[in-house]
Nanobody, 114 residues
């Protein structure tokens, strides 16, 4: 599985961004896809996940502000980020999980600053 993330950028506090992650290759084997982020000097953390039946989960810090969604055939996932805060500044990574492997895309940088 190959993953390509995009959509990051510079946004003011309170603004919105929509990240996209295009998946290709053996996408039929995907069971879950996730968005992670890593802020400078911090560990990578799970932000949002979505599984085959559409169930979603979010980190407490983004609940009510971020929404993860996907195309039905797993060829893309999205992260709609609203009411952005400076503490959301990080490199965001998409991740795809199969029964045996994890796959990672390159990161896309999000900076929230006035």
């Amino acid at each position: 599985v190959q993953l390509q993330a995009c959509g990051g950028g510079l946004v003011e506090p309170g603004g919105s961004l929509r990240l996209s992650c295009a998946a290709s290759g053996s996408i039929f084997s995907i069971t879950q896809m996730n968005w992670y982020r890593q802020a400078p000097g911090k560990q990578r953390e799970l932000v949002a996940s979505i599984i085959t039946d559409g169930t979603t989960n979010y980190a407490e810090s983004v609940k009510g502000r971020f929404t993860i969604s996907r195309n039905p055939n797993w060829n893309a996932i999205y992260l709609q980020m609203n009411s952005l805060k400076p503490e959301d500044t990080a490199v965001y990574y998409c991740n795809a999980a199969t029964q045996r492997y994890d796959f990672w895309g390159q990161g896309t940088e999000v900076t929230v600053s006035s």
